[in-house]
């Protein structure tokens, strides 16, 4: 059965949607936000990367054209938010691993709508960046901190590995690249977060003047 490269990225988005409203959520009850809060942030971190792209690729954001997109942002976060209410948490691998599939499931998105349109290598990796990490920058920004993405985490990095993948091996198959891109972006993130890995951080220069002053 034929699937067209559409039709590939409409399933990514979703499984994206689906992984990253929980994460939203998460990120909202440890701000301890009200109910509208939760749900705020789970529909926002879901569907904020994919409406980025889109609009950059200048059409209607598929979160507006595609009613499902919505409610399957909305119900994710409902589950979630029972969950939350509930007292009870899921297991920190099965949120480790929901994120990095829908990391990875976003990252291809991007790339693969990026590819469709017939846009440049360069332009592919920002998309593919842009897509899986646009939501949670979105999420921090709305919880007050810093993202994460941009001092913690190696979620960029992931994704535009993943997005390379998938723009290498496209036209081989799109099919075989999209598996490759989603599994090499959900790779580096399980491994960076299991070996605890970060990119360097320059030293604290005002920090050693202090104590050269001490």
């Given at each position: 059965m034929h699937v067209s490269a559409t039709e590939?990225?409409?399933?990514?988005d979703r499984i994206g949607i689906v992984a990253f409203a929980f994460s939203g959520v998460e990120v909202g009850a440890r701000r301890r936000l009200d109910l509208f809060g939760l749900?705020?942030?789970?529909?926002?971190?879901?569907t904020g990367g994919g409406l980025m792209r889109d609009v950059i690729l200048g059409h209607l954001p598929f979160v507006i054209a595609r009613e499902d997109y919505l409610l399957w942002a909305l119900g994710s976060a409902a589950i979630a938010i029972a969950i939350v209410w509930s007292r009870r948490t899921l297991p920190h691998g099965v949120l480790a691993a929901a994120d990095a599939g829908g990391l990875g499931a976003f990252a291809a998105a991007g790339a693969l709508a990026a590819i469709q349109a017939g846009l440049s290598f360069p332009a592919t990796l920002i998309l593919a960046v842009l897509t899986a990490t646009g939501g949670g920058v979105l999420r921090d920004l709305m919880a007050d901190q810093v993202p994460l993405v941009l001092r913690a985490e190696v979620n960029a990095t992931a994704a535009a590995l993943g997005g390379t993948a998938l723009w290498a091996l496209d036209p081989v198959s799109t099919g075989g690249a999209v598996l490759a891109g989603v599994?090499?972006?959900a790779f580096v993130r399980v491994t960076s977060v299991a070996l605890d890995l970060h990119?360097?951080?320059?030293?604290?220069?005002?920090?050693?003047?202090?104590?050269r002053l001490l």
């Open positions: 590939f990225v409409g399933v990514l749900l705020a942030m789970g529909v926002v971190t879901a599994a090499l972006t990119l360097p951080v320059p030293s604290d220069r005002s920090e050693g003047t202090q104590r």
